[in-house]
């Protein structure tokens, strides 16, 4: 079975989580650290919990929001197990396509896919838009 792990600075793992679920709807495999804030408790316990929730038998996908950020240097120690795959850059369209694909993709592919997928995504808009003469605009 396929579990997600969300591990992000702050409530940024909360907040993303509520607009997949807006529009992926409620999914249970989904596992949420939020580090850091006043609340929580420590990354490590946090993670020691969602990780009783995860069997021998599962894929883990553990998207983090900032590439040599503490929370993904704590996670990446999970990384060298099998069935374990750690994505840094967590954006809405990434986890989005990872966790609607099918457990008939392999892992690496659609890893790799989606990535490739959501970088598309990240675009400067206004250079998209024609450009007008300021004069125009103003009348």
């Known amino acids: 079975m396929r579990k997600y792990l969300i591990a992000t600075h702050g409530s940024f793992a909360g907040g993303i989580c509520t607009s997949l679920e807006m529009i992926a709807g409620k999914n249970e495999n989904i596992y949420l650290i ?18 009783e929730s995860i069997s021998a038998d599962d894929e ?5 929001d900032l590439m040599g950020g503490s929370i993904t240097n704590q ?7 099998k069935n374990v795959f750690l994505i840094s850059g967590l954006n809405l369209p990434l986890l989005l396509e990872i966790v609607l694909a099918g457990e008939d ?13 959501a970088r598309e995504q990240i675009l400067f808009v206004n250079k998209l838009i024609p450009q007008t003469d300021d004069k125009t605009d103003q009348d």
């Open 34 to 51: 939020e580090g850091y804030t006043e609340n929580s408790r420590p990354v490590d316990v946090q993670l020691d919990s969602v990780m």
């Open 60 to 64: 883990l996908f553990i998207f983090t």
């Open 75 to 81: 996670l990446m120690k999970l990384a060298t197990k």
């Open 105 to 117: 993709i392999p892992a690496e592919d659609l890893i790799e896919s989606a990535i490739t997928n």
